[in-house]
């Protein structure tokens, strides 16, 4: 495997009748090992954001199906109604006739009773055929959301195999992170109960409140699809952070920088809760003001404020203020 190769020179190295202490990593090992880690956190931030919304997509589709299939079961229950009146209006028909109420009110009643009796009559028609619209109407409703229904879960039975699919090589590209960060003594496992670092900058309004939840998650760990309260990845962080400010965001990076298509700011111009969103939507965070972030980086790493340095503002693709 390519990450072993990688790392030859930090593996652990036992002889025979003997065990050696692993060796510590010579720069050089460092250096390919940490390359291999830029590029597979690279990777593993596209296809966790790309997990995350195949999710989304399967969670709505179903929802949409949910509904409509309750909504049939409804309309079922009325076209049972509306086929029971019907019945009872044909045995009426068989048992007593089309005009024997008529011939009724003409050979008993009055010319007064008569014409009353036909309106009625009348009435009781316009009455059955609306009965018969209204059944035909409802049984092609009916069938059409059926139809619907169909066509929306097998909508949300690829986006749940796509999920499965990516859910594989997501766990794949965990593996390989873990190994290399556990080699290099960098794993962090973080701590689901950490009570945070607290928010003194200058944000106020519902950035602050947003600041302040994102500052009281430092420490907690980074975990691909977590969305709270003991661990998050970095779009499950920002719609946490932003909801406990009352403004509720879209679950992934994509829909995200999609939703603030209206809202988009320079990054010259940045003021603390914006949302910061890599290039090629793989990852973000949210700006805390005075040069920093806080954000969920990757597996192995924990939620941390970080100095927007070159190497975060040559990543960056732009910035949204919800």
Known sequence: MA???????????STPGSVLAAPTPTPQARAKAKAKLVKLNE?????????????????????????????VGRKG????????????????????????????FVV?????????GMASLDQMAQIRVAKLR???ATTKDLRDRRDDAKTVLAEA????????????????????????????GAFQAGDPNSTGI???????????????????????????????PGSYDCSGLTQAAWRAAGVELTRTTYTQWSWGASRRVSLDELQPGDLLF???LGHMGMYAGNGKMVHAPQTGDVVKVVDLDDYWRARLLGAVRP
Do not use: C
Not at 108 to 116: A, C, D
Not at 211 to 224: D, H
């Open 198 to 228: 607290k928010y003194t900058g200058a944000a106020s309004g519902n950035a602050r409140v947003a600041l302040q939840f994102a500052f009281a998650q430092v420490g907690k760990p980074y975990q691909w699809g977590g969305t709270g």
């Open 157 to 184: 039975d690829d986006a749940r195999d796509k999920v499965r699919g990516q859910k594989t090589e997501v766990e794949k590209l965990v593996a390989e992170q873990t190994k290399i960060l556990r080699r290099l």
């Open 43 to 71: 990777r593993a931030d596209k296809v966790v954001e790309q997990y995350n919304q195949a999710t989304e997509t399967y969670k709505k589709a179903k929802k949409k199906y949910d509904d409509l299939n309750a909504e």
């Open 278 to 280: 890599s290039k090629g």
């Open 108 to 116: 008993q009643g009055t010319p007064e009773t008569t014409l009353s």
């Open 134 to 136: 209204a059944y035909e």
């Open 3 to 13: 990450v072993v190769a990688a790392l030859a020179l930090v593996a652990l190295v």
């Open 77 to 104: 229950v009325q076209a049972d109604a509306l086929r029971k009146d019907l019945v009872t209006l044909a045995i009426s028909n068989y048992q007593f006739g089309d005009f024997a109420g008529w011939q009724r």
